[in-house]
């Protein structure tokens, strides 16, 4: 809030990253084989659908681009009933196809670039130096796009299981899903 604050009397703007977790979702959404439904892949560009998001990851995505191979395994362990993962690095996709642990995206957002103050730019029809008008703007947008990429990514997903479990009414969805659920919850226990 300081520096939303701070912001605001400079005349400035922030950006910021922003975080969407889904919970429960079963195992197999997505395509291992298909570029354009890799479950990743989809949850990326709706993210970056999102005005002013220039960056996404997934679970520690860019922290593991610096870190060992060995380091950034989420090695299975045997829990009282079935398997679980030790660690969730991956985000809850591996491979492009969801693997039953909770569902961790990212979307990093640039500052507003409209200020309360004016900027230097050029003038378009001298080339000349100028300074813009003084526009309206908000200080900080992350907390709006965060409630657009839980929508974005809840249509991802809803698309995903639609793929999965089919059907063209809802009560056939639902014993189909509950169907599903009732298999995979040997191996992929509710967290």
Not at 7 to 25: I, K, N, P, Q, S
Request: hydrophobic share 45%.
């Amino acid at each position: 809030a300081r520096q939303v604050d701070d912001a605001y009397a400079r005349g400035d703007t922030l950006g910021g990253v922003f975080e969407v977790w889904a919970f429960g979702l079963p195992v197999g959404l997505g395509s291992h084989v298909h570029w354009d439904r890799r479950l990743d892949a989809r949850l990326a560009m709706a993210i970056m659908s999102i005005q002013g998001v220039k960056g996404v990851e997934i679970g520690d995505g860019f922290a593991l681009a610096g870190s060992w191979g060995s380091e950034s395994l989420d090695l299975p362990v045997e829990g009282e009933r079935s398997w679980r993962r030790e660690t969730n690095r991956a985000g809850g996709v591996e491979g492009g196809i969801s693997n039953g642990m909770p569902l961790v995206v990212r979307g990093a957002m640039k500052p507003i670039p409209t200020l309360k103050k004016g900027v230097r730019t050029r003038d378009l029809l001298t080339g000349l130096p100028v300074v813009s008008l003084r526009e309206r703007s908000d200080v900080c947008a992350v907390p709006a796009a965060a409630v657009v990429a839980e929508s974005m990514v809840a249509l991802v997903l809803a698309d995903a299981l639609m793929e999965v479990i089919g059907g063209d009414n809802l009560e056939d969805m639902k014993a189909r899903y509950a169907d599903m659920r009732k298999k995979q919850a040997a191996f992929f226990p509710a967290e």
